[in-house]
């Protein structure tokens, strides 16, 4: 919604159909759905087709498995935004990434900032130009 609510063409996929008709409905109350597509795809079968993008964000799902699709999706000074659960200060459990995860998958980009703590880890970095 933030991302639409300043103009961005936004694309969202979860797995879940529930989660993609709360997104559907969310952004029709705030007033952008004319630049939302929301759909309901299963990310074990890899990222779906789809052009380069400015922006890619991926907000609390993790799987390896699709770290060089990712990469490869972004336009030329395209930025990539990884939040997931760490288990840097909440221990090691299913889907938390282990220290220094997010850094090895995505070091080769221009790291802009980066962190974890308190059972969470992130990364912004740019693909360069
Ligand atoms: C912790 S929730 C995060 C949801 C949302 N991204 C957010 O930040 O609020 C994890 C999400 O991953 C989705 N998910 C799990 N397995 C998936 C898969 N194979 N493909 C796509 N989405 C999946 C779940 O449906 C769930 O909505």
Redesign the pocket.
Known sequence: MWLASRGMEVWG????PV?IGLARELASRYGVADRCRFEA????DGLPEGPLVDLLLC???RDHRLDEAMIGRLAPGGLLAVVVRSEVGAGPAPFHARPGELRDAFGGLDVLTEGEDEGMAWILARRSM
């Open positions: 996929v979860d797995v879940s989660a795809v299963d990310l074990d907000h609390l799902f």
